[in-house]
């Protein structure tokens, strides 16, 4: 019991110096490397709490995905030293940041303690009508079988959030390609690790999308690997992003918001409603689903990273 | 707490239709965005139309489990009267707004696609996936999500014209309606942790008023006051308003930022017990009042057409606000006018507001420039647009007939009724304000150019025709009997003691 | 119960240190990185939530911040486009000043 509390405590303490680092870092190279620690912390955080689901999510998403985007980022954001000194907020509006901060977080950590106990909450339930949807693992019942407007609104969010990137583009990039070419990495550590790691990381990520349903794993875990696989070739100059007028990439795109809405649909005719899935054959039909899901998911998340047209395709 | 109800799926399609829409719109690109986005705003409208039809049928909200499974564990959509009357509301200035986007977004001959028509109807549709979300939604965290879409929609409506000012205005914007939604999961999450439950029915019949559900009362508020753009956290609206492209402000002012005030409701008039709510709500309603004198002052100065514009927003919204310290002071029969002032004022703004933005683009387009002082010669270049901006003025000032007036009279009767003289009071002072700066427009733009000034290029009727529907649509509502508004009431906690429908 | 303690402590302190950053900091990219902490303080806490009380941890808030974390990622990409792209045409890297109209640029 004590161990695991020092472990606990260990775990937070990192966490938040991680966190505070990032906000005092120097450089911002320095505060994206510090983000990057603060996540793989809080993973562990997830794991100590029981959550391996949210754990891989974090590392993929949290980590992957937005250090990628970070880094691209802190490369291209240079200059702009004297904006960024002029603009700087002065100590009294720093002091009552600090003040009105530091009065929200108190007022939490209390409000946290002051929660009612038992805690109130679905657990017993989610796990114990898991199985309805024929799905073994908790979380995925709840995603796929009980909140699956929110999923479906998230993936439909996902489609927009591509759109609303690329449509920062000048106009006359439109239908081009996204983001900035890298050289063709011939030898090196990068070179090597983008010939060895993407058909590891697409058998991996394949499997964690496909096990989602009974064990932890899931479609947004899967595309998030699979996508950081093709962001690593991309990055070492073996592949480049599609033009963005291209089909395959928006049927890629919508794939699977639209076959999961489709589903949903069918089962107001078939099932018990919208979003319900048939139970004669939910399984393969959820299968469907989950295998659109996860590539409209990976290239969701790659072509976000890869940002809005720049080049003519 | 009840099932699907007959007519639920109404809401099913109310959302499926743009968000399918719109996923058809970003596969097939080109032409055919625009064409799936008519016709789908086209059938949201009478899909509205019927929503609001069944549930003044009904006299109770429309409901729909989702995927038959029933709160906790499930989501629930809901259409109460509020819900049905806002996007019926939502759903016209939408096609109107898709109308007058035909002209100056369209695919331009010769190419297959570009971007910013491809984007226009594309977002439109999302937006309209969004607002259905937002405003059908019953359950905390699905609203979150419904929140997020509309801000991805909305700031990249508002940046469609790719100007650097539009980047660092909507980057702004981007920021306050981030921190917005944080403090929004954050309270949430409390909710959850204190109830087990995210459904807005079931934490109505069960919410204390202990700390934590005070705390997230208070997070979820801020976080949606953000959003809003209640003085004092306004500043980021005017520019990212006013800088957008015509169509995108008329829908930013219009109804982004009343999905907003309707979750704010749910929050202070379902979830949080009465008495707290109350005790807070004069706190809300005087940032409101200042709203109102602020922001009316400051667009009284203005020296740009869309920033006036802009700001006569931040002084509306405040108008919202004046409702709850009115609706929560235990009096029946003023809580009944209040409701309906404050949701009838969420609907006239959204026709006027929108009205007038679109009008204010024809305007700038006729005359050249957007400087209020150098309109002359604008009354007769695009009279209709000028005509439009007037009478969507008389809604903003209250002068009878509009829908303006309709709901600051009520608003106005209900202060009065419960003793609270000085919301009266802010509310006649903004009137006179508002038609200051209305009238600063108008006197410009009637004003007859020298005989001397070049002839202004004739412009196409179109557009002017939309703008001038809108303006006549929020007159119009104040010369429907108040008969015709019990629709609003359905739903509302506590409506049920009092009469019928 | 006793195991969610630090963490409950550590979402609270990440949440101030998240709103605190992104009212003190200038950079975009400042900004930016304190929206994400923020935000991960948000989805610590609905961790926590999940964890209290029960032997095996509620599903639903894990639920809930595996959607949250997609949709902060697609806001933390919109907002990087958004300031790469205004870094891009003025060369600023904040969203200080007056909003100038200037030529739509490359």
Known sequence: MTASWLLDGLVAALVLGAAAWTLAAPTAVAAVVGFLGFGLLLTLAWLRLGAAEVAMA?????????????LLAVVRLRGGAETVSAAMPGRGMVAAAGLLAGAVGLALALAVLALPDPAPGLAAEALARRGEAGLGNPVAAV???????????????????????????PDRRWGGIPGPRFPRQEDGPLALLARLLP??????????????????????????????????????GIVQPPAIASRPVRLALVAGPAAFLLAGLAGMALAEGFLAWPPAFARPLILLVEAAMTLSVAAALALLVAGPPERAA | MSGTTPGGWLLVFTLALPAGGMLAAFALGGRAAERIALAALGLGVLLAGAVAARVQAAGAPLAYLVGGRAPPLGIRLQADGIAAAMLLTASVVLLAVALFGRAAHATPPGVAEARAPFAFWTFLLALSAALAAALLGADLFNLFVALEMLTFAALSLACLDGRASQFRSELRYLFFALIGSALYLLGTALLYGAYGTLDIGLLAAHARADAPTLLAAALMTAGLLARMALFPLHLWLPPAHAGAPPAASALLSGLVVKAAFVLLLRVWVWVLPPAPAGAAAPLLAGLGAAAILVGSLVALRQERLKLLVAYSTVAQIGYLFLMLPLVL????????????GGVLQAASHAFAKAAMFLSAGLIAGAVGHDRVAALCGAGRAVPMAVIAFGLAGLSLVGIPPSGGFTAKWLLLTAAIGTGQWWWAAVILGGGLLTGGYVYRVLAGSLTVPPATAPQPEPQAPGPARVALALALVSVALGLLPFAAFGLVQIGRPGALAGAGP | MSATL????????????GLFGLVAQAAVLRKILACNLLGGGV?????????????????????????GLVVAFAATALAVALALRLHQITGAATIAGEPESGPRGE
């Not at chain 1, 980590?63 to 985007?69: C, L, N, Y």
């Not at chain 1, 899967?222 to 991309?234: K, S």
């Open chain 2, 329 to 340: 002071a235990g009096d029946a029969e003023a809580a009944r006018r209040a409701w309906l």
């Open chain 1, 199 to 236: 058909p590891v990381g697409i058998v991996v990520g394949t499997y964690i999308a496909w096990v989602g349903s009974e064990a932890p794993g899931g479609t947004v875990q899967g595309g998030a690997i699979l996508a950081a696989m093709w962001g690593l070739a991309w990055v070492a």
């Open chain 3, 6 to 17: 630090p963490y409950g402590v550590t979402a609270a302190a990440l949440i101030a240190l």
């Open chain 1, 58 to 70: 974090e590392a993929a998403i949290g980590v992957a995905a937005t250090g990628v985007i970070l």
């Open chain 1, 143 to 169: 995603l796929t079988g009980y909140r699956g407007l929110d999923r479906l609104l998230e993936s439909v969010a996902l489609v927009l959030a591509v759109l609303a990137v690329w449509s920062m583009a």
């Open chain 3, 43 to 67: 989805f610590l806490l609905f961790g926590v939530v999940a964890r209290r009380g029960a032997t095996a941890a509620d599903a639903v808030p894990q639920a809930i911040v595996i959607t």
